[in-house]
């Protein structure tokens, strides 16, 4: 029996994993040839189809010392297979369609190592000379593809040293807290003796301009990114206000104009209203140009939080939806979601080139002033070249290759939704707008019966309804089949109370409407087995 081998730290091994690539037949070779040959086959062969309880995962991650000792690359590859990947979640699976993921463009891939490779760091010139030109034209389209400005604007701003059209971030919660950021500062700017807030902080700021505290007012349905910002920014999470919507899951701007009002009277300054292009639990979109007047009312700042929606402006078909963003002072996309790139792309835009220079830093080792640095007008400082995987995209692609996976989103989504309304045992909940939808399996019996009962008998079958949707929504992930999530709404006809429903997105191009048939089915037999059903409802069968 041939004895283990043991690697050996030495300067010659740590040499070698800095110079020398993988052997073509060791483990992390043979991984890496079946990624980029066939990504689907690899991830559908190499993730178990079966869920393994987070607990037992954990055991595999227990030990908190820092190896003494090296690991040969393919012992470490191989553990990574057997622990990490086989328990991974399958989010590019067709058949996953709980949350706001997908299926990647295989040439993602090769540029995805190309830009590790690479290690450019955006936040300096020094460190991303050709990047940083990159991430500024990405930006300009982005920008472009919001505010339509003309070819003018774009010459003028898009590689202006003082200024920028906006920032890339790791996601949406760092692009919605930049954007209040911006808000924050440029309501309390410099005034006479004042240095402004960035100097002088939040106190001298409040006490110079006689506030009694400041309000951030958006939808109830608004992003929780939203309440961070309002934590990090020091305006307090109690004056992050959520403000109801209407039966369409749209915030009602009568109640958010009434509710500024009220705040004017008690000397708080209502900071920044926030409209939403794509809840993230129901995909619906808020009446922009409504908000858009509010906010000039209100003299206040205007964001748009379309993470999720902002990438529908790629279609010709379907922009009209977003009609007033283009009146928004700032806007987040996330290029991660409808724009099919990998995770860690959020981006923020401002309509006013000069708006992000109220938040500007420098550091003479770093950030020199008069240099096209980007970390200057940006919260966080070192960050990876993600604008090459957007600029490929958006090349590659193209508008009307967007427009084309937008559209079928959409469709397949009113399709889903067809198919809910045609069965008497589910109950639609809320109506696409966007690719995303809500629905529940309610037996047509227990639906009559819901019509006529006495209260006593609703509120009873209304909690077993929640029970029962969140128990239906485990067992068919664990399952393995397929996925929808669920989340938590308070929809009129359940009188406005708390229910649990299913949740489903349907932006990946290989979901096809076989398997969105096989997911109601599925659904079906698993009602016939499960506990809580049988426990709570099924008598109300009989």
Not at 269 to 293: F, Y
Not at 377 to 404: D, Q
Request: hydrophobic fraction near 40%; charge should be neutral; include cysteine.
């Amino acid at each position: 029996m041939e004895a283990k081998r043991y690697a050996v730290a030495s300067e010659e091994s740590l040499m070698r994993i800095f110079t020398v690539p993988e052997a073509p037949g060791s483990t992390l070779a043979r991984i890496e040839q079946e990624i980029s040959s066939n990504l689907a086959g690899f991830l559908n062969e190499n993730i178990a189809a079966i869920e393994k309880p987070l607990h037992e995962i954990e055991k595999d991650f227990q030990l908190a010392n820092i190896p003494e000792e090296p690991t040969f690359v393919s012992d470490h590859a191989q553990q990574i297979m057997d622990q990490l990947v086989a328990h991974s979640v399958h989010t590019a699976a067709p058949s996953f369609i709980g949350h706001m993921t997908s299926a990647l463009p295989h040439f993602v891939l090769p540029l995805s190592k190309l830009m590790v490779g690479l290690n450019q760091n955006l936040v300096k010139i020094e460190t991303s000379k050709a990047f940083t030109p990159l991430e500024r034209q990405v930006l300009g389209m982005m920008h472009h593809l919001v505010y339509g400005q003309n070819d003018g604007f774009y010459q003028k701003w898009m590689h202006s040293a003082k200024n920028a059209l906006g920032a890339f971030c790791s996601g949406g919660t760092v692009a919605n807290i930049s954007a209040l950021w911006i808000a924050r500062n440029r309501l309390l700017r410099p005034d006479g003796e004042f240095k402004g807030i960035a100097s002088d902080g939040l106190m001298a700021a409040m006490m110079h301009y006689g506030y009694k505290g400041l309000a951030v007012l958006v939808s109830e349905r608004g992003h929780y990114s939203l309440g961070k910002a309002a934590d990090v920014l020091g305006i307090g999470r109690k004056n992050f206000i959520g403000i109801a919507t209407d039966s369409n899951n749209k915030v009602d701007v009568a109640a958010m104009r009434e509710k500024a009002h009220e705040l004017e009277a008690q000397g708080i300054k209502v900071m920044a209203i926030v409209g939403v292009a794509g809840t993230t639990e129901t995909g619906n979109i808020d009446p922009l140009h409504e908000m858009a007047d509010l906010s000039e009312q209100l003299g206040c700042h205007f964001h748009v939080d379309a993470a999720w929606g902002g990438a529908t402006l790629l279609s010709n078909n379907y922009r009209h939806l977003l009609a007033g963003v283009e009146r928004a002072d700032s806007i987040t996309i996330d290029a991660h979601k409808q724009m099919y790139v990998p995770m860690g792309a959020g981006i923020v835009l401002f309509k006013d080139p000069e708006a992000s220079n109220v938040i500007e830093h420098h550091a003479e080792y770093i950030l020199r002033k008069g240099s096209k640095d980007l970390g200057s007008h940006t919260l966080e400082g070192s960050r990876p070249g993600m604008a090459m995987l957007v600029h490929a995209c958006l090349s590659v692609i193209g508008r009307k290759g967007y427009e084309m996976l937008i559209d079928k989103g959409i469709k397949k989504a009113q399709y889903f939704a067809e198919l809910i309304n045609q069965d008497p045992d589910f109950e639609l909940i809320s109506e696409p707008e966007l690719c995303l939808l809500t629905y529940r399996y309610v037996p047509a019996k227990i639906q009559q019966i819901l019509r006529s009962a006495d209260e006593e008998t609703r509120m009873d079958i209304y909690i077993a309804l929640n029970r029962f949707t969140a128990s239906m929504q485990k067992r068919q992930r664990e399952a393995g089949r397929s996925f929808v999530s669920r989340t938590r709404l308070t929809p009129m006809q359940y009188q406005q109370l708390p229910t649990v429903v299913f949740r489903v997105v349907l932006a990946n191009p290989l979901t096809s409407e076989t398997i969105l048939k096989n997911i109601l089915s599925e659904q079906k037999e698993l009602a016939q087995s499960d506990p809580i059903f049988k426990k709570y409802l099924q008598k109300y069968l009989a």
